[in-house]
């Protein structure tokens, strides 16, 4: 098992940034690709950004405003989010494959979400 604790998120004014946090335990993290989710009301949950050694994607929605990065050392997976806009208002959730993918359904562990609101 991995454990996956993401840090709380926050209220943000529209053109703001935030950086979320996930902290992992419980396995060797630097064995696991690490993504980001989101999920707003009455919506799917989608891919926002993952991450693992040299491999990484990242939305087309955030592209050039949010940053995936990663500590290895500390167990750590960031995610930096500038620009923000209110359409960015979701739970955000941190997750592990063994698996390069941006498919919610082949990610293994989740943390809890962090609820993100943008105000306009």
């Known amino acids: 098992q991995l454990q996956l604790v993401e840090s709380e998120g926050g209220l943000v004014q529209a053109g703001g940034s935030l950086r979320l946090s996930c902290a992992a335990s419980?396995?060797?993290?630097?064995?696991?690709?690490m993504g980001w989710f989101r999920q707003a009301p009455g919506k799917e949950r989608e891919f926002v950004a993952a991450?693992?050694?040299?491999?990484?994607s990242t939305a087309d929605s955030v592209r050039g405003r949010f940053t995936i990065s990663r500590d290895n050392a500390k167990n750590m997976v960031y995610l930096q989010m500038n620009s923000l806009k209110p359409e960015d208002t979701a739970v955000y959730y941190c997750?592990?494959?063994?698996?390069?993918?941006?498919?919610?359904?082949?990610?293994?562990?989740w943390g809890q979400g962090t609820q993100v609101t943008v105000s306009s």
């Open positions: 991450i693992r050694w040299s491999w990484s």
């Open positions: 997750a592990a494959s063994t698996i390069a993918t941006i498919r919610a359904h082949e990610y293994l562990y």
């Open positions: 419980g396995r060797i993290f630097s064995d696991y690709y």
